[in-house]
């Protein structure tokens, strides 16, 4: 699939069928993560990968949504703000490393015709209890991966997006 076409078939999946995920597409989708740039190349990131059900089931306590429990694997992708680059006026970088390998995520599933939906309105107090982590590192962003469900039809929001006159501005002159 051309990179044009990948990124229009992407949209957020918020059912998925109960087949799982097979582990050859968990791996191209998590080596599509660790391929993204990151800040001085830091690479300050750690990705948490659940197909177990139990497991599954309490990462989805940081996040109670029913159609989060159909999902057959969650990837949590955790930044470490201690490792992470900073620059001179302290910008902490980590969360955008975290952003960009989460985006090659999402695509890499795609690719495979698998859904992701980014999650970060999670509670991140209890998300940190349930993956034990130390102080440095942050849950960024929950990824639940799977075959979306015939009735997950595109959310209302996907196809909203403002125009490119909205977003550009060429040249320095607002
Ligand atoms: C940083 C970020 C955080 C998001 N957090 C959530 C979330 O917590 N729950 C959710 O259902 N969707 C979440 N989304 C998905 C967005 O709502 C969705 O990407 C947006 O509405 C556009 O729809 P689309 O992904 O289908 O194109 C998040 C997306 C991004 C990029």
Not at 42 to 67: G, S
């Amino acid at each position: 699939m051309d990179l044009q076409t990948l990124i229009r078939s992407r949209r957020s999946v918020r059912l998925f069928s109960s087949t799982p995920v097979k582990r050859d597409d968990l791996l191209a989708i998590l080596e599509a993560g660790r391929l993204a740039p990151s800040a001085c190349n830091n690479q300050p990131l750690r990705f948490v990968v659940v197909t177990e059900k139990r497991e599954l089931d309490l990462l989805a306590t940081a996040y109670p949504r029913e159609w989060l429990r159909t999902a057959p694997a969650m990837i949590v992708i955790c930044g470490n703000h201690d490792r992470a680059w900073h620059r001179t006026d302290g910008k902490d970088h980590a969360d955008i490393d975290a952003a960009i390998a989460t985006d090659h995520m999402t695509l890499a599933a795609a690719e495979r015709d698998l859904g992701t939906c980014w999650i970060c309105a999670f509670d991140a107090a209890k998300l940190r209890e349930v993956l034990a982590l130390p102080t440095a590192w942050e849950p960024i962003a929950m990824l639940p991966v799977g075959h979306p469900a015939e009735a997950a039809a595109p959310a209302s929001q996907h196809h909203l997006r403002k125009s490119l006159a909205d977003l550009t501005q060429w040249g320095l002159t607002p």
